[in-house]
């Protein structure tokens, strides 16, 4: 065997070594020092703890409340978040933004810029929950930046739309189209009604991500005073934007006359009857009670389903599905009726 | 022999036994290196923030969670307590009891005041019939079957059967849930807007924690080699591999122990099969499978966050029927779709996935016990220098402790869940050990399972839980 071999495969052996024992050694320092530094940051909050919880509910202002290193930086930080999540009060969630831009706002400014991906996530998740508008223009700015993370660019739109930012319109309908229902929800859910009517005036523009997220939004929040454009929707449009219409017509409740609604009942799609159904259990249509038992029979499970569910929405609902139970014919619609009935708590 | 020397085996030996090193090293290190960019990109990401989101109802999908429970009366009222305890908006929990010869079933109706309910079942997938359906009185979003026994994954047919939501939770019986669990595994398919069709996270292991009321109170380092070996294990087949198979859709394997799946996707695949030891794994393939056939650009994806905590055996005998029966498991679902193998209609799954299972987790334990046979040859038989042997040796032992290393620095980065700094150093020592003892057993365990398998031996191997829960 040559020797060469013998040296290489040392060679090899010694590096690897090298590399564990520099792993181990990286290891273990960094461990100490992240212990270290916890118990420090543990240490800052038990001091500040009494101190911002008298500034939040008193607004007494300590003046040992004045952070100024890093560690003592996250402290604060984190009994703020804390707070955050718990505090219910207008006066009490104003006096947290105060506190956290007096004393934060530079330090997250700094942050933003970081190179670091997940260093800027975590400052983009802290000015949402501080609520800290004082930071607005600094994200702002952030959507001009090139190679920006669909992660943090959904963040600091939702951001922009908790401040109601103005030209937050323009931005979704001319420079972010390609964004999925899911995130304009997330967006939109948190506007007020004034910035949110510019995107149901935009509807019939906007693209299906966008139209079905503004449906979605509507029903959600059961806001009466967009029936006439939901009920406009319904008529002109077809296909998923109609049948998303339908369920945000359900979920609010309510229409002035339901007879346009009746044919849909009969409708050759499952899913529109699903929904009509559903509708006339809502509203509690009296006449429409004759047509839901027959969906009983529909050859759709869901349907059935529906159907059972808003026949038992009524007050003599339960009567008649017993009646149901005892003299239809039909296997199916005998189920459904049983489970409407037995359904437990 | 008048053609071939002994010295002519060798060098042909040592030659394939080089290049399929070559091979090994280089997947894991691809893999490892995927996995360290994904990690470095999240890393100090304040993970309790990214959930918070979550938990308004309106954002998150309902989930149904499956528990198949056979002869489980010791946990079985632990295990719902600390289901029905988790942080999501919308769940039912349903209990498949699988045809108990013992109390579960009686325990059950008793603890939570269960009612019979009469209730339409669609049975979208065939299973052996069921009896009785029962609803709690006291939680109304608790569900227990009784049928006839037939196995976990018709328990767990059936439990799909019943289930109401679009997605849906496998269980073990008796692993702890962290109480994020569910907004961890779930955010993927919120996120992508469906297009993620199921998802797992790592599963750890409970040996050594305190655990009280199914959660876990303190973690700690068991005292137990057996124990620590696997820690290190699981923490280097979490952390490494799947995230790296996970980042390009290869993801062959979501734990038994817990993953979320897309109901509507795993009724078109046809459900769990019944007739294999490895229902979990064979699942995932098959729903690849489907996807690839239907030419759909669906997920299937891991989230590195731990959401499960699990008991593994802490004695020989256990493990070794758990190894014997993962092996047979691999087999299966590799067997029973072996036309993907190479396949270039599979895409990356058929030429990368595949291969990677049958060269790597397969073959591997059978190559490397011939290494071992023939070490013990050439001792004998001459024909390598002892100092070459040695230096072999020192190598692979080494080598592997880097990927278990790495595995830890990992851990480090993302979820720092080890306490002490006494820890990192005792993983440490005992990674440097593996290939002395506790690899070569592994290996010969898993070539028993294949051995098993040849002799057409079916039996199972179940494991005997001493309970982790105080």
């Known amino acids: 065997m040559p020797n060469n071999e013998l040296f290489i495969l040392s060679v090899l052996t010694i590096s690897i070594l090298c590399i564990l024992i520099n792993l181990l050694v990286y290891l273990t320092i960094r461990k100490a020092i992240d212990l270290k530094r916890r118990e420090k940051i543990e240490k800052y909050k038990e001091i500040y703890n009494p101190l911002i919880f008298q500034l939040l509910t008193e607004g007494s202002y300590s003046r040992k409340l004045t952070p100024e290193s890093p560690l003592q930086q996250k402290a604060i930080e984190e009994l703020l978040s804390r707070y955050a999540n718990v505090l219910e009060g207008e006066e009490e969630r104003k006096r947290l933004t105060e506190f956290a831009s007096m004393h934060l706002t530079e330090y997250y400014r700094k942050r933003l810029k970081s190179k670091k991906w997940s260093t800027r996530m975590n400052t983009l998740y802290h000015i949402d929950d501080f609520n800290m508008i004082s930071l607005l223009d600094d994200v702002y700015g952030l959507t001009k930046k090139n190679r920006l993370s669909h992660e943090e660019l959904v963040h600091i739109l939702r951001i922009l739309a908790l401040f109601q930012f103005q030209p937050l319109f323009q931005l979704l309908t001319n ?20 910035q949110f009517d510019q995107f149901v005036l935009h509807f019939h523009k906007a693209e299906l991500p966008l139209q079905k997220a503004v449906l979605e939004v509507i029903s959600i929040k059961r806001e009466r005073s967009y029936l006439p454009f939901i009920e406009n929707s319904i008529l002109i449009n077809t296909g998923e934007v109609k049948l998303r219409s339908l369920k945000a017509l359900a979920e609010i409740g309510y229409v002035k006359n339901i ?28 006449k429409a009670m004759p047509r839901l038992i027959e969906l009983l029979h529909d050859q759709t499970w869901w349907v059935r389903y529906q159907a059972g569910q808003s026949i038992c929405q009524f007050a003599n609902g339960k009567d008649i599905l017993r009646k149901v139970l005892e003299t239809s014919k039909d296997v199916f619609a005998k189920d459904m009726a049983w489970e409407w009935l037995h359904k437990g708590v | 022999m008048p053609f071939f020397q002994w010295e002519d085996i060798v060098t042909a030996f040592t030659l394939f036994i080089a290049v399929y090193m070559v091979i090994v090293i280089l997947f894991y290190t691809v893999i490892l290196l995927i996995s360290i960019l994904q990690l470095r990109k999240e890393y100090k990401l304040d993970r309790v923030q990214v959930y918070e ?16 429970a056979y002869n ?14 988790v942080n999501y908006p919308a769940f039912e929990v349903i209990v498949v009891n699988d045809g108990s ?24 997938i065939n299973t052996k019939p069921i009896g009785k359906i029962y609803q709690s009185a006291i939680f109304s979003n608790l569900f227990l079957i009784d049928k006839e026994n037939g196995g976990k994954a018709d328990a767990l047919n059936v439990g799909l059967n019943f289930s109401h939501y679009p997605y849906f939770c496998s269980l073990d019986g008796d692993s702890v849930l962290e109480q994020d669990a569910f907004l961890k595994v779930m955010k993927p398919i919120i996120d992508s807007n469906e297009e993620v069709i199921a998802s797992g996270g790592s599963v750890r292991i409970a040996n050594g924690c305190q655990i009280q009321n199914g959660r876990i109170q303190k973690i700690a380092l068991s005292d137990k080699p057996l124990v620590v070996m696997q820690i290190i294990e699981y923490l280097r087949a979490f952390l490494m591999g799947r995230i790296g198979l996970s980042r390009h859709n290869l993801l062959l394997i979501i734990s038994g122990a817990f993953g979320v799946f897309s109901k509507s996707w795993v009724v078109a695949a046809g459900g769990y099969r019944t ?6 794994m064979e699942l995932v393939v098959r729903m690849h499978r489907l996807l690839k056939e239907k030419g759909q650009k669906k997920k299937i994806v891991y989230v590195p966050d731990p959401v499960c905590w699990t008991e593994v055996p802490e004695d ?29 209609k599979y895409g990356s799954i058929g030429l990368l996935a595949f291969p990677y299972f049958w060269i790597v987790e397969f073959f591997g334990p059978i190559i490397e016990l011939f290494g071992y046979i023939f070490m013990l040859l050439c001792l004998f038989l001459g024909g390598i220098y002892i100092e070459f042997a040695i230096l072999l040796f020192l190598l692979s032992l080494l080598y592997g402790s880097i990927f278990s290393m ?18 990192i150093i005792k993983l440490f020592l005992y990674s440097l050990t593996e290939t002395i003892w506790y690899r070569p057993m592994t290996v010969i365990w898993r070539c028993e399972g294949i051995w098993q398998m040849l002799k057409g031996d079916t039996s199972w191997g179940e494991m005997k839980r001493k309970g982790v829960s105080e």
Do not use: C
Request: charged content about 30%; overall charge positive; hydrophobic content about 35%.
């Open chain 2, 101 to 124: 010869t013992d109390h579960t079933l009686d325990k059950m109706i008793d603890h939570y005041d269960m009612q019979e309910i009469k209730k339409v079942v669609r049975k979208q």
């Open chain 1, 175 to 194: 420079n972010y189209q390609y964004l999925s229902e899911y995130d304009y929800r997330h967006i939109l859910i948190r506007l007020e009604k004034k």
């Open chain 2, 316 to 344: 020989t005998t256990f493990l070794r029927r758990q190894r014997r029966r993962w092996h047979r498991g691999l087999f299966e679902s590799l067997w029973i779709h072996r036309k993907l193998t190479f396949n270039p």
């Open chain 2, 275 to 280: 007739d294999t030891v490895g229902e979990d």
């Open chain 1, 259 to 286: 007879n346009p609604y009746l044919d849909l009942l009969y409708s050759t799609k499952w899913e529109e009857r699903m929904i009509a159904a559903k509708l006339i259990g809502s509203l509690k249509v009296e």
């Open chain 2, 53 to 68: 989101d979550y938990m308004e109802g309106i954002y998150t999908k309902p989930v149904s969670i499956i528990v198949p």
């Open chain 2, 406 to 423: 790495a595995a830890v620095l990992l851990e480090e980065w993302s979820l720092t869940k080890y306490p002490k700094v006494s820890d």
């Open chain 2, 72 to 85: 489980e009366e010791a946990g079985i009222v632990h295990s719902v307590r600390s289901l029905l305890s």
